[in-house]
Structure formats: structure tokens, C-alpha cells
């Protein structure tokens, strides 16, 4: 299986904290509306088959849903899933939430899904280039795959992890794993030997002063790649 079993533990013990906006996952919460409007400006949502991979407790899922597509969120966290469900019911927005590899899905699923989305979840796994195999598998001839990631060099290292997990404490300490931090030009590769286009770059930065958070040019650290499959 295509994942850390210590990864998986450590946002399992957070994993009933996942729908408290002040809680660890507060970054999240705010970079979810900049992401969901990235993804809808390049693939409308209304109407669409999505699949989010690396779903966590439906942050992203939910609010795709309620753009009007039909959602289905993918994890291997177990209780992640479980916070994800019992808050789909909460909030009415319906979500099909399924405890499978990625992998394992686009076997069953290839070719089903106008958009796959995997956010902040590549810099997690023993072997992202076989995630991006498999969300080309499962996007549709002309569908698109989003991804969002974390690059690999020491400005990365100095803002994502010594700045957001001990300074400004944004995030636990250990959240990530700076071998495991991607560089857009590896990433444009497991892309395009998947057999996908990347389609373009977005950095997303912080200002610690404002604790706002923004898209821009700056792929140095935080950046999101947009892919489409060909037809």
C-alpha cells in the first residue's frame, strides 16, 4: 500500500479536530476558498464528476459539493473518513466517502470523473509519482487533475516547516517531512509520464503579519498544478 502508516496515524490522532477552524487545521479552512475558486475557474464544478483523493475529513469535498458537483472523497484514515461522514449529515451537503487507496480506485474507476483533485497530500506518500498515475487513470479524455503540493528547497524548508510548525506554530510540529517536499520540475514529470498536460503553475504565500492567505506567482514554496488528460 502507497502510504506511511506513521502519516496515517498522526492525522488519525488529530482527525476529530479536522472541522474546528481554530484547531491545527485552521490553515486549511483558510486556504480552502482559494483553492476551491483556482479549481472552479479552470473547471466549472456545477454539473461535474469529482473525486477528491487524500480527502482528509471533507474540507474541500464538501465545498465542491456545494458548487454543484457530485463528490466522491477517498482516504486511507479511517477516522478522518468517519469525521467526514457524520459531518456530510451534519451539514446536509452530500459526500460519497470511500476508505480505499487511490490506486485501488482507479482500478475500479478509470475513466469516471470529469476532475480529480489532490491537494496536500503528495508530500505524504512513499511513491507520489503512482498517485499521479492513478488520478490520470481516473479522469475522463479532457478531464482535469489538480494538485497541490510543497516545493523542495530551502526557502521551503526555512517558511514550511522551521516558520509554520515552530515560529508561527500554524501547524504541529512533524506535520511534514522535508525529503518528501516535491519540486515543481518532478512534479511536471510524474505529470507527464502519467500521460497528462500540465495546464499551469500557482504559488500560494502567507503574510504573517496580516495571517492572510493569497495565490500568486511564487511557486518557491506552497504552489498548485493544474494537469488535463489529453483527449
Known amino acids: 500500500m502507497n502510504a506511511d502508516p506513521l502519516e496515517l496515524q498522526k492525522f488519525s490522532e488529530l482527525a476529530h479536530r479536522w472541522w474546528d477552524p481554530t484547531s491545527e487545521f485552521r490553515p486549511l479552512h483558510e486556504i480552502n476558498p482559494l483553492r476551491l475558486e483556482w479549481i472552479n475557474a479552470r473547471a466549472p464544478l456545477a454539473g461535474k464528476n469529482v473525486i477528491d483523493i487524500g480527502c482528509g475529513g471533507g474540507i474541500l469535498s464538501e ?108 501547524l504541529p510540529k512533524g506535520t511534514h517531512d522535508y ?29 504573517p503579519l496580516t495571517k492572510i492567505y493569497s495565490l500568486n506567482d511564487d511557486t518557491s514554496v506552497n504552489y498548485l498544478v493544474a494537469a488535463r488528460r489529453p483527449l
Do not use: W
Open 63 to 170: 465545498s465542491m459539493a456545494r458548487r454543484g458537483a457530485t463528490v466522491t472523497g477517498i482516504d486511507l484514515g479511517e477516522k478522518a473518513l468517519k469525521v467526514a461522514d457524520l459531518h456530510s449529515l451534519e451539514s446536509g451537503v452530500q459526500v460519497r466517502y470511500k476508505l480505499i487507496a487511490a490506486e485501488e480506485m482507479a482500478a475500479q474507476e478509470p475513466d469516471q470523473y470529469d476532475v480529480v483533485t489532490c491537494m496536500e497530500m503528495l508530500e505524504h506518500v512513499p511513491d507520489p509519482a503512482a498517485i499521479v498515475r492513478a488520478c490520470a487513470a481516473l479522469v475522463k479524455p479532457g478531464g482535469h487533475v489538480f494538485f497541490s503540493t510543497l516545493n523542495r528547497n530551502p526557502k521551503a524548508y526555512l517558511f514550511a516547516v522551521i516558520g509554520a510548525e515552530y515560529v508561527l506554530r500554524l
Open 179 to 207: 525529503d518528501k517536499f516535491i519540486t515543481p520540475s518532478e512534479l511536471s514529470q510524474f505529470i507527464r509520464s502519467a500521460g497528462l498536460e500540465v495546464q499551469g503553475f500557482k504559488g500560494m504565500g502567507y503574510n
